[in-house]
């Protein structure tokens, strides 16, 4: 098939242009530099250097390439995570997601593509009982951040699903590790647990769901050859409470014990709704249905 793909020099877009080759598919890759355009020339993509924000640009590309597939995982995220820089990247971030990925779609839909796949996110479900299906609606009651991010994800998700013109389906990953994430031997969050930079919070009960970018891409096309319309929760198996995900995480790492702290003083009201509140997801729909078989969480395995 050929696929185009905006963010395809990400943590994600990285393993997916890799995989897409591998399955002998033509890839288009979206980047802003010349630089990184050698880097998906490397990796067997025809580069196309243009900004999503740029609607004309995106869709004379679109039109003369007449993809069968549109991927959008567009992110302006921070390369270290911290409380503040994640504040300070949201409003470009929430305007990449909202406007770039509309020029992307509305390009998509004018090129005659037939399929257009939407990143989206696993940790914003509301609260429930056990872990989040795909019926989950995003959480409407949290912390403003979290409030706006989930309000993001949703109304992508709306602007996909409900196209008249293509098959929309929308991939809710866990949170990534490995390769170029915050979660890899020099990334920010293992820094951070090195450094005893991060404490589980009050309980420690939110649960994470994780995932590996080389398994969340291999899912990405697994769902792309032959997933139905809809979502897919695209996470591991191993959803865990912060209480035994980070201090596994410190003893892998060789790290101490990480500090354990009542929310007051840890105060950051963003932080203590994932320590505490954070709903893990079920994969077993991309189990059944794609045949997702993701690796086990990096760090449990030591201390299983
Ligand atoms: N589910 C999750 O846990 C999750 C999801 C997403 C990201 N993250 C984390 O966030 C961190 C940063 O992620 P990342 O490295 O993937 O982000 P990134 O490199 O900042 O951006 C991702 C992609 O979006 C593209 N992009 C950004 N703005 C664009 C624009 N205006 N027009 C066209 N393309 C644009 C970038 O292209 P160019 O820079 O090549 O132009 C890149 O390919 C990582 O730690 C990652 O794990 C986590």
């Known amino acids: 098939m050929k696929v185009f793909i905006a963010g395809a020099t990400g943590a994600i877009g990285k393993p997916l242009v890799r995989i897409l080759k ?124 979290i409030q706006g991010a989930a309000s993001t994800f949703r109304q992508m998700e709306n602007r996909v699903l409900n196209s008249s013109a293509l098959r929309g389906i929308a991939l809710r990953y866990g949170m990534f590790y490995g390769p170029g994430t915050w979660y890899e031997n020099q990334g920010s969050v293992y820094e951070l647990v090195r450094a005893q930079g991060m404490p589980v919070v009050g309980d420690g009960r939110g649960v994470w769901s994780f995932v590996h970018v080389d398994d969340a891409a291999k899912a990405t096309v697994s ?34 014990e990480p500090p354990y702290l009542d929310e007051e003083t840890v105060g950051d009201p963003d932080f203590i709704y994932y320590g505490t509140k954070l709903r893990g997801a079920s994969n077993a729909k991309a189990k059944n249905e794609l045949g997702f078989s993701p690796r086990q969480l990096e760090w449990l395995k030591e201390t299983d």
């Open 22 to 145: 591998e399955r002998g598919h033509e890839v288009f890759g979206m980047t802003r530099s010349q630089e990184k355009s050698d880097s998906l020339k490397d990796q067997g993509a025809v580069p196309i250097v243009m900004d999503a924000f740029d609607f004309e640009s995106v869709n004379s590309a679109l039109d003369l390439i007449k993809p069968d597939v549109v991927i959008e995982q567009l992110t302006s995220l921070p390369k270290n995570y911290t409380p503040e820089e994640m504040q300070a990247a949201d409003a470009l971030n929430t305007r990449l997601r909202l406007e770039g990925g509309a020029n992307l779609q509305r390009a998509a839909e004018a090129s005659g593509a037939e399929l257009y796949m939407v990143q989206s996110v696993s940790f914003f479900s509301a609260p429930g009982d056990g872990l989040a299906d795909e019926d989950a609606p995003f959480i409407s009651s949290a912390t403003p951040f």
């Open 223 to 256: 769902a792309m050859e032959k997933g139905d319309s809809g979502v897919y929760n695209i996470t591991d198996d191993d959803p865990s409470p912060m209480s035994v995900w980070l201090p596994s995480l410190a003893s892998y790492l060789g790290a101490p």
